[in-house]
């Protein structure tokens, strides 16, 4: 018989979506992904991108060039880039919340239904 259970932390635990970062911490930056070659890693020098404030404000998939080769591959004013390129790029910056488990003692009541499930299971009733 079980007289300690894992449970979810709400506390400690992450909510939704989360942006991958380049380490743990605070001061980790965010990791962009390239939207034609799929390179994920913080951004920096070579790294570019064509987008409005409008599309910044509005949360679109922005599509996001790690080198002057993936520039010219996603063409002028980034025609050559579809929605579903934008999309799975984006889908690579983003991770499962973490969650953390705690312990603790099962209440008086908790084993007292547990004995009783387990007595059912036992002895199902016809």
Not at 41 to 67: H, L, R
Not at 89 to 97: F, I
């Amino acid at each position: 018989m079980a007289t300690i259970i894992r449970e979810i932390d709400e506390a400690k635990s992450e909510r939704g979506l989360q942006r991958r970062k380049a380490g743990e911490g605070f001061g980790a930056p965010l990791l962009h992904c390239c939207c034609i070659c799929h390179t994920v890693a913080p951004w920096g020098n070579g790294w570019s991108t064509y987008c409005s404030e409008n599309d910044i404000d509005n949360s679109v998939a922005i599509p996001k060039f790690c080198s002057r080769l993936c520039v010219e591959k996603g063409g002028p004013e980034a025609r050559n880039v579809t929605e579903v390129m934008r999309e799975a790029a984006r889908a690579l910056e983003w991770r499962e919340p973490k969650i953390v488990y705690r312990e603790r003692e099962l209440t008086e009541r908790e084993k007292w239904q547990d004995a009783v499930r387990r007595q059912s299971l036992k002895h199902p009733r016809s």
